[in-house]
Structure formats: structure tokens, C-alpha cells
């Protein structure tokens, strides 16, 4: 369920890099603990992003999360679909969901980063 | 059922519902000239009186109410409304004084500021009370600019306020608002406050901690002399949040174990009605180190004149206008004197009885997350339901069914899936029991018949609402339909 | 007398299901040295004939309802249809909780969505919330709110804004980012509008007067509107006298971005400061930064209308520090109020009570002018208040009008210190011509 190419953080934010450009978005847990999505909050294009800064936020009927950078980079695209069909991020959250489109910074960042059975395992791990 | 439309959708031009005697003063002629004046308010109500009172009256029948029955929501203590208490806030010496009347000629209103301040500093052992503040969260604001204010004076400005994470929303927002940041301090296995977590947190760049006792769970704070101590030896101050004081009147007082700032829930604790979501009032209260701080005025008494003091140079200001929720105060004073100081005493008494009758009668039905002694409220969880598929949100709506009102949903935040249970202390036990035998059918019916809970509530004025749909495409005020 | 409904038997009962003898062992968690020893000093319980009694000593102490007053100042004394009382005492208004569960709250649910509809017709915004505690808090939301929408950290605010509300901004700007700085007033009591020229500037955050103003004044909104944009500055109108809007055009139509203040005027008597009912509203740019609850329409599942409380990711309960407010107990039943009031009024009714309260005021203005040694303070065009100066300390007029059982103009010297032996008069529809020219007598006598 997890897309083997794809990079996951703790934060359930995943990115998917391409050459010297990445795909953030959140991941299907998350969008399954938020709910109905209602709202993306989407950083102005040209945005200098850092590791773990925050991007935006989304917000759903009961709740709000905020979304973090997974890797370092400059926001050359947002999802604008998002503005009328937030619930695409619900629907599918790891490919007509995708929130913005950086210019990677620094490719060895995604070093730190899980791999699809690390997060699968992670995920396992937070089952209360 | 008659289903009401918007009264924009039943008005039409010509009626009226209400004249105005003529006019009898000599009308000037182009009185209006050069005035800004507004050509028509376009689709503004034109209906009879008739009109509007059976609009209301239906409206109203679509509204559960304590006067219909049971609202078991933690932390609102939604206790029976006294009347006597709304014929005297409706006396015409208080309804129609001007606030800006001479004092001489409102002296039955000063009387009522200064003595239910009075008796609040008695009920909670605190030195001094403002009534100024609306509501709890406005209290919250005023307590921590108080704390700031007295710590800046000292030239020891701090940057954090600590807070449990079982708190309520307005607890950090207020702080917030008074330009802190805000850490949580996590709770413990018994879900009181983490003691080590605490004196770890607290450094002397801590202004203060946020606690509310009894907290969230309904567990009382045992350890708030030593809480206290932890604050106090880095020169922070103890704010309690008192919106659980439906388990501690006549008991335990605040003031006696450390707290320095306190804000009341005159519509949780003292009966005021929650109106559907207001007016409330949250006064505050300080020991003497506070006091030099509070709001302008305050209400003093001086021989046999009661007088208001703006003269307090070391004020945080105002955080509205006049004097606060004041009629709101009178039904308070009201239910004071009805009480008595043993009237007073029984209220956590029973609340405390009542609450625990329902925890015992559901435990085995309902997950509760810890079995620490709890006072006036419970927290169960959804936890066995889930097993079925079955969350907190379908339990609640299921109620409704049931005649009840669901409980306390949204926080705290340390429980998952939380049911807030505070009975508090006017409910019969007829009403309790009815209560607990819903919830114990809603849990077989959650084993049995999940579909039921899932697609409830099934006989209200409405069903169960799509609130994603409201919050995607918002639609906030009624617009006449364009014809294209 | 308590309002305990447990029996002798239902409370051995429930004490036995528990396992305790008596509530006392149920507050064994509470350590004994905080545990109170002694019963709480306070005066013994009032069975009802007796707290009735008492409470009315206590109102006639308030020999303020004997006189006749023309005390304004941000709280107005307006006719109140009998509907408003009777509807907005039901007990299904009176004692629901906030309506989080919206399918048993309907009610209040609709009243609210008329209410906030009302509004922004009123006011010509695009969307209202369902209320504040009263206008100063309501202006001091805007002033944050603005900040929160363009970050900017100066706040112009004219020093004919209520004094009282520029305290309040003050208290809840103090302590953050933002710095309010007072714009004064002209020889015609409006905003001295070269100072304010002069003042805008790119740090600019947002600009904030009264209309019609703490001297009663109208401002001329549509020119400050301009002068603000031009700047990029948000214009904030705030309304302490919302009976004026049923005759001035909106703000909304005149450049405001937010409008906010004070709805008492509507159904809600003086009642000695509250609770009142603070009112906001702004275009639909600015929604999200909108603080306190909002109502909005829906469906349910059977596909019939229905109203929730909706974005609520902007407050305190989900997003905690980040809020728009901490604001969470607002002004419900006074908004209901409020609703009862308007509709009952309705469009024709609310124009007629604000040309009365214009031809009133200005009936008594002339009237008052007309005594020796009094004149306007301020030439512009008022609504129902207006300012008088007079030959001497106003103090004494007033002495001598209490003696004679009138309360007159507020003085305003403790205000504005510029504006000593003034006072502020406000005359509504309830005014009598012959209250109003028994003022004037009574004045002149005083002043002989």
C-alpha cells in the first residue's frame, strides 16, 4: 500500500524525488486520522523550505495538523486542485493528493528518511 | 412536524409587527441631509407578530434543554437553572440602570458587584475577585496578564507557561493570547500531573502553571502542595482553572493549597443558564500579591457607600466595558443566598455522589482509560466499542435517540476517543439511571447492531448533519437564490 | 433550600452500588490539611419568599429608574418589543448548552444563522460571527485580527473610539506584537483627517474609528475607507450605537473591511453593563482569520436542511495556541435577543426608531442650544448624541438637574481632559418632547 519509491517521515508527510525535483504530500494513515479534509493551508510558490519546517496546514471538520518539509528545497509548484477538491487528499493521498512540488536542496536528505517497510513497521509500532 | 423555514423565507413587504408611537417633536425639515443614508436594507424581515412568535416558539421545540432533561457533559456542569433566579435578574432597579449612572443612584448594583466578590473570595480562599471578566476563557486571559503584569513590575519578565496536556483548548490560547509560549507538562499513569515532567519543566523563565483541579479526567490534583511548591520555589505563579469547582464548594478552597489566581464559572458552578452558548461570566480571583493588578474598577465599600475605585495605578486596564456580565452576577448572588453555606457544601457532595454512581454502573460496559478515584466527572472511552467498529461520535449520537444529550466529546486529548460524563449534582436518580440504561443498550447494540449506532441519530429534528460538506462549502448567512 | 432531586432511599441506594457509607468517603483523594474544617462563612440559606424580598431592597436601592436620563456613552435605552422578553425566557432558549451537537440544537442553531444573517445585512459584510462579549472586546478581536492578516504591528485608532474600547485594545495589545497609536479629533468632532494622512504609512496595520463617534459625530467612512486602502492599511468601523444602521448606510458599502461593536441597542436593556453583545463581521477574504463561532447551513442524511457550527479549526478547542481566540462562551441568548428584536421591528420598524431618535436629538439639541451660555461643541451631523459646552463645570448642572430627578450629559472632562465643562447628551425615541423640554427648562434654571 505503501509505494516502494517513495520516502516517509515520523510526521506522516512522504516525498517522492524525481531527478533534481520532489512530490510532497501526507500519507494514507494521515489522512485517515484527520478525517474529511476541509481545507489545505498552500505555501506561495518560490518558498524556501528547510527540513522539517512547516509548510502549511490541513484542516478537516474535527481537527488540524500541520504539515512539515521532509527534505530541503524551493516550492516551485502547489497542488491548486486542492482549493476546490480538498478531498482529494482523502481519496488519494499518494497521487492526486500531492501538496506541493520542491526543487531539492540537498538530495542526501532523504538519508534520514524511512523507506516503505520502515514506515509500514513504524506505523505497526504507534497501534494503541 | 412542522419544519420552520428562515423567517427571511416567510417575509414579504407591508407587514409589521411592532409601531412606534408618532413622532411628537416638531419634524425638522432635510434633518437627514448631508447624512451617509442607506438607500434600503435589501431582503431585511418584513413579518406580523403572530409570525415571529410561533417562528420562536417552533425553533424553540427543536432544542433539547436541561429543563427537558439530562446533559451529562463533563467540564460544563450543566445543572438545573434555578428560577427564582431570573425573576430577580429581571428586577427593574437592576434591568434599567444606566452603567454610567452616578454612583449614589446604583448603589443596590454596587452592593451585589462587591458582595458576590465577597463571597467568592470565601468560597474559593482567595484575597480579592474581579467580575469583569464574560467567561471562563476572558478569566483565563485576565489571570495570566495579571501574572504578567506583577512579574514585569519585578523586572522578571518570563517567556512560558506550562500546561498539562490534558488542559482545555482555552487554557493555551489564553496564554497565547498574553504573548506566552506554551509547553505541556505530560500526566502520569494515574492521570494527575507528571511531577518530575513538572519540576523538569519549570525554570525561572516559567511565569506560571495552567492547572484546572479536580483535572479533565474528574482526578483530583493530591499533589497540589507539592505542585504549588515546585512553582512557587522558581518564583512562578499557580494558575487553577476552576471549571471543575462544581467538586470542591464547601470542601477544599483553592486558596488554601497554594493557588494564587483562580477564574470561576459563574455558568458552570453557580447555575447560571448556558443560554445556548452564553452569556457566562468568569471572574477572577488573586491573593494579595495579585490584587494591585486587577481590572478597573473595582467595587469598594466605604462606611455605608459602596463606590467605584478607578485610582489603582498598577491595573492591567480593561478587558471590556462596564463592569462584566452583571445580570449574570445577580442570578449567581441569587443562588448563593439560596443555598446557604451547607446548600453550598452539598453540591459537591452530590455532584460527587452522583458521578460516581454512573462510573460504578458502566465501568464493566465502558473502557476507562485510569482507575484513579474521581470526583465530579468520569472519562470513559470508546476503546471496547472500537473492537466493533463503533467510535465515540456514533455512542454519542446513539443517545440522542435515548433522549439524552451526548457527552463531552472533543477533549481531553490524552484520552482517545473520549466520553466526558459530569452529571453534577440536580440530577434525580430516576434521570441517572435512565442514562445508564441507554448506554448500557447502546453497548449491546454496539456487539449486536453496529448499523444502528453508525446511522444515528434516527428520530431528531434532524439527522445526523454532514459537517464536512458545511466546513468545505461554507454557507454563513441566508441569500436571496439569484434567478438566472 | 437545595435543588438536590436524591430521596433518603435513592441516596443509600447509590451510595450502596458504589460501596461507600456515606459522599464523605468519596473524598478520600483530598488530603486533609487542604480539606475544609469549618462550614463556609456565608449568609444562611434564603428560602424563596425570603430571597425575593431581599433582592427587591436590594434593587430599590437603585433610585436611578426614578430619573429621567439622557446618559448614552456606548449603552443606549431603546423600546423593547414585550415579544423580546417573553420568546427569549423559554426555557428551550434559556438552558441549552452550545450547540455542539447540532441535530438536538437546531433552535439555537437557526437563530444563530438568522442572526448572523442580519448582521451583515446590517453592516454590509459578507460574514458575521455569532457574537462577542460586547463591543470593546469586539474591537480588540478586530485590532488582533487584522495583525493576524496582513502582519503588520501599527494600529491606527481615532481617540473618538470609545474610551473604553481603547482601554480594552489596549489590555490585549500590550503584551504582543502590536502598537496602537491614537489619531485625534477636529473642530467638528470627526477624525482630524490630515493627521490621519499623515500617520499612514507602509507599517501600517489597520485603522480603526466609531460611526457615529464617542461625540456623537458621523464619520465620513467612504473618504477614510480610501485613505486607508491607499495604504494598504485594513479599515476597521467599529458601531457602539447599532441603532444608527438602520438609517446610515453600511460600512460594508463605504470601504470597511471589518466592522465590529456593539449590538446592545438591540433588545438588551442597560442593565448595568451587561451582558451586552460585541458584533463582528468581515468580507469573505478574510473568513478564516475570523474569530468566534460561526454557524453554517448543511444537509443531513435524509437531505433536509439543517445548521452546524462550522470552521471550527479556526478556535480554541482544536487549535489551541494557534487560535483565531480563546473566545468559547459568547453572547448566545443576548444574539437571540438581538434576532427577536430585528425581526420584530422588522425593515420598516428599525428605520423608523433611528429617524426618531434623529429628529429627537436634534429637536433637543436646538432646544438646548437655545439656553444662555450653551452652545454645540461640534458643528458635524449626529445620529442620537450630541455635545454641549457650558459656561461653567458641568459638575454643578448636574448636581442641580440630580436634585430635581434628571441625570444629564455625561461629563466628559474625565475623558477628554480637552473637553472639560462639556457634556455628552443622548436622546433616543423614548424621549418625550415634554422630558426633553423639561431638560432644557431645568438647565437654564440651573444656570441662572
Redesign the interface.
Given at each position: 500500500m505503501y509505494p516502494q519509491d517513495f520516502y516517509y517521515t515520523k510526521d506522516h508527510e512522504w516525498v517522492q524525488v524525481k531527478g533534481d525535483q520532489a512530490l510532497v504530500g501526507i500519507t494514507e494513515f494521515a489522512q485517515k486520522q484527520l478525517?474529511?479534509v476541509?481545507?489545505i493551508e498552500l505555501p506561495a510558490v518560490g518558498t524556501q523550505l528547510d527540513v522539517h519546517q512547516t509548510i502549511g496546514s490541513i484542516?478537516?471538520?474535527?481537527?488540524?495538523s500541520e504539515v512539515f518539509s521532509p527534505i530541503s528545497g524551493e516550492v516551485v509548484d502547489v497542488n491548486s486542485e486542492l482549493n476546490n477538491s480538498?478531498?482529494l487528499v482523502n481519496q488519494d493521498p499518494h497521487g492526486k493528493g500531492w501538496i506541493l512540488r520542491l526543487k531539492v536542496k540537498n538530495k542526501a536528505d532523504v538519508n534520514s528518511l524511512m523507506k516503505a517497510t520502515e514506515y509500514e513497521k513504524f506505523l505497526e509500532g504507534l497501534e494503541? | 412536524m412542522i419544519r420552520e423555514p428562515l423567517i427571511f423565507e416567510i417575509s414579504d413587504k407591508g407587514k409589521r409587527a411592532f409601531a412606534f408611537p408618532k413622532l411628537d417633536v416638531p419634524a425638522k425639515y432635510d434633518v437627514l441631509g448631508g447624512l451617509p443614508v442607506r438607500e434600503d436594507i435589501p431582503d431585511f424581515p418584513q413579518v406580523s407578530e403572530v409570525e415571529v412568535v410561533r417562528h420562536f416558539t417552533r425553533l424553540s421545540q427543536a432544542n433539547y434543554c436541561v429543563d427537558i432533561g439530562f446533559y451529562p457533559l463533563g467540564s460544563c456542569t450543566m445543572k438545573y437553572n434555578p428560577k427564582v433566579n431570573e425573576k430577580a435578574a429581571s428586577l427593574a432597579g437592576f434591568v434599567s440602570s444606566h452603567p454610567l449612572a452616578p454612583p449614589d443612584l446604583v448603589q443596590g448594583n454596587l452592593e451585589v458587584l462587591k458582595r458576590i466578590a465577597d463571597y467568592l473570595c470565601e468560597i474559593a480562599g482567595m484575597d480579592a475577585f474581579t467580575l469583569q471578566p464574560s467567561a471562563g476563557a476572558q478569566g483565563e486571559l485576565t489571570g495570566m496578564m495579571l501574572i504578567r503584569a506583577c512579574l514585569e513590575e519585578r523586572g522578571d519578565a518570563r517567556k512560558i507557561v506550562l500546561i498539562p496536556d490534558s488542559a482545555h483548548g482555552t487554557n493555551p490560547s489564553s496564554a497565547h493570547l498574553c504573548g506566552y509560549r506554551v509547553q505541556e507538562v505530560k500526566s502520569n499513569q494515574a492521570g494527575t500531573v507528571d511531577l518530575e515532567d513538572l519540576a523538569r519543566n519549570m525554570t525561572d523563565d516559567v511565569a506560571a502553571l495552567m492547572l484546572t483541579n479536580p483535572n479533565t479526567l474528574g482526578v483530583f490534583e493530591w499533589d497540589i502542595k507539592i505542585i504549588a511548591e515546585i512553582v512557587h520555589a522558581k518564583g512562578g505563579f499557580l494558575y487553577m482553572d476552576g471549571a471543575n469547582m462544581n467538586a470542591l464548594t464547601g470542601i477544599c478552597r483553592p486558596g488554601d493549597a497554594g493557588v494564587d489566581v483562580i477564574h470561576i464559572n459563574l455558568h458552570k458552578t453557580f447555575s447560571t443558564p448556558h443560554g445556548g452558548g452564553g452569556p457566562g461570566a468568569g471572574p477572577v480571583g488573586v491573593k494579595k500579591a495579585l490584587e494591585p493588578y486587577l481590572p478597573i474598577p473595582m467595587i469598594e465599600k466605604r462606611g455605608e457607600q459602596y463606590a467605584l475605585n478607578f485610582d489603582r495605578p498598577r491595573t492591567i486596564g480593561r478587558v471590556r466595558s462596564f463592569y462584566g456580565n452583571f445580570l449574570v452576577a445577580v442570578r449567581a448572588l441569587a443562588y448563593m443566598l439560596t443555598l446557604g453555606p451547607e446548600g453550598i457544601k452539598e453540591i459537591a457532595e452530590i455532584a460527587v455522589l452522583n458521578s460516581n454512581y454512573i462510573r460504578k454502573s458502566l465501568e464493566k460496559d465502558y473502557h476507562l482509560k485510569y482507575d484513579s478515584p474521581t470526583l465530579h466527572e468520569c472519562v470513559f472511552s470508546d476503546k471496547i466499542q472500537k473492537e466493533n467498529g463503533i467510535s465515540n461520535i456514533d455512542i454519542a449520537k446513539r443517545l440522542i435517540d435515548y433522549g439524552v444529550h451526548p457527552p463531552t466529546m472533543s477533549f481531553p486529548l490524552i484520552v482517545h476517543g473520549a466520553l466526558m460524563i459530569e452529571p453534577t449534582e440536580t440530577e434525580s436518580k430516576r434521570d441517572l439511571d435512565i442514562f445508564i440504561d441507554a448506554m448500557k443498550k447502546i453497548a449491546q447494540e454496539a456487539k449486536e447492531n453496529p448499523e444502528i449506532l453508525k446511522s444515528a441519530p434516527h428520530q431528531s429534528y434532524v439527522r445526523r448533519l454532514d459537517e464536512t460538506a458545511a466546513a468545505r462549502n461554507p454557507v454563513l448567512k441566508w441569500e436571496r437564490e439569484k434567478k438566472s | 433550600m437545595s435543588y438536590i432531586s436524591l430521596s433518603d432511599q435513592d441516596k443509600k441506594e447509590m451510595l450502596d452500588r458504589i460501596g461507600v457509607s456515606s459522599p464523605e468517603e468519596l473524598f478520600c483523594c483530598i488530603p486533609e490539611d487542604i480539606r475544609l474544617k469549618k462550614g463556609l462563612n456565608l449568609p444562611a440559606a434564603m428560602p424563596e419568599p425570603e430571597l425575593l424580598r431581599h433582592f427587591e431592597a436590594l434593587a430599590s436601592k437603585n433610585i436611578y429608574p426614578k430619573y429621567l436620563s439622557f446618559l448614552g456613552a456606548g449603552s443606549y435605552v431603546h423600546f423593547i418589543p414585550t415579544v423580546v422578553d417573553y420568546l427569549s425566557s423559554r426555557g428551550e432558549f434559556v438552558t441549552p448548552y452550545t450547540p455542539y451537537q447540532p441535530e438536538v440544537s437546531q433552535g439555537t442553531l437557526q437563530v444563530v444563522f438568522e442572526y448572523q444573517t442580519l448582521i451583515c445585512q446590517l453592516t454590509g459584510m459578507d460574514i458575521a460571527n455569532a457574537s462577542l462579549y460586547d463591543g470593546a472586546s469586539a474591537s480588540a478581536e478586530a485590532v488582533l485580527m487584522a495583525h493576524r492578516l496582513n502582519g503588520k504591528a501599527k494600529v491606527l485608532a481615532a481617540r473618538t473610539l470609545h474610551p473604553q474600547y481603547r482601554e480594552t485594545i489596549g489590555t490585549y495589545t500590550k503584551n504582543l506584537a502590536v502598537t496602537v497609536e491614537e489619531v485625534g479629533f477636529g473642530g467638528n468632532g470627526e477624525i482630524n483627517l490630515q493627521e490621519l494622512a499623515k500617520r499612514l504609512d507602509k507599517d501600517v496595520s489597520a485603522v480603526i474609528l466609531q460611526s457615529p463617534n464617542f461625540l456623537g459625530i458621523i464619520e465620513d467612512l467612504k473618504k477614510i475607507g480610501e485613505l486607508a486602502h491607499n495604504h494598504q492599511a485594513l479599515f476597521i468601523v467599529a458601531v457602539a450605537e447599532a441603532a444608527s444602521l438602520g438609517i446610515l448606510e453600511a460600512p460594508g458599502k463605504l470601504g470597511a473591511d471589518i466592522v465590529c461593536g456593539e449590538a446592545q441597542s438591540f433588545g438588551l436593556a442597560p442593565s448595568f453593563g451587561g451582558p451586552y453583545l460585541g458584533f463582528m463581521g468581515c468580507m469573505k477574504d478574510f473568513l478564516r482569520q475570523l474569530p468566534g463561532r460561526i454557524a453554517g447551513q448543511t444537509k443531513d442524511v435524509d437531505g433536509n436542511r439543517g445548521f452546524v457550527l462550522t470552521l471550527s479549526t479556526r478556535e480554541q478547542h482544536i487549535r489551541r495556541e494557534k487560535a483565531t481566540s480563546n473566545i468559547c462562551t459568547n453572547q448566545a441568548l443576548c444574539a437571540l435577543r438581538a434576532t427577536i428584536f430585528l425581526e420584530t421591528l422588522g425593515l420598516l420598524g428599525l428605520k423608523e426608531m433611528a429617524l426618531q431618535n434623529i429628529q429627537k436629538a436634534n429637536y433637543a439639541a436646538d432646544r438646548l442650544a437655545r439656553v444662555k451660555g450653551i452652545k454645540r461643541k461640534f458643528a458635524g451631523k449626529f445620529f442620537n448624541e450630541f455635545v454641549l459646552e457650558f459656561p461653567k463645570d458641568l459638575q454643578k448642572v448636574n448636581d442641580d438637574l440630580k436634585q430635581k430627578g434628571v441625570v444629564g450629559g455625561l461629563a466628559l472632562g474625565r475623558f477628554y481632559p480637552e473637553l472639560k465643562n462639556c457634556g455628552l447628551f443622548c436622546v433616543t425615541e423614548v424621549h418625550q418632547k415634554e422630558e426633553i423640554d423639561r431638560l432644557a427648562s431645568l438647565v437654564e434654571e440651573a444656570l441662572r
Open positions: 478525517g474529511d476541509v481545507y484542516e478537516s471538520v474535527k481537527a488540524v480538498p478531498e494503541h | - | -
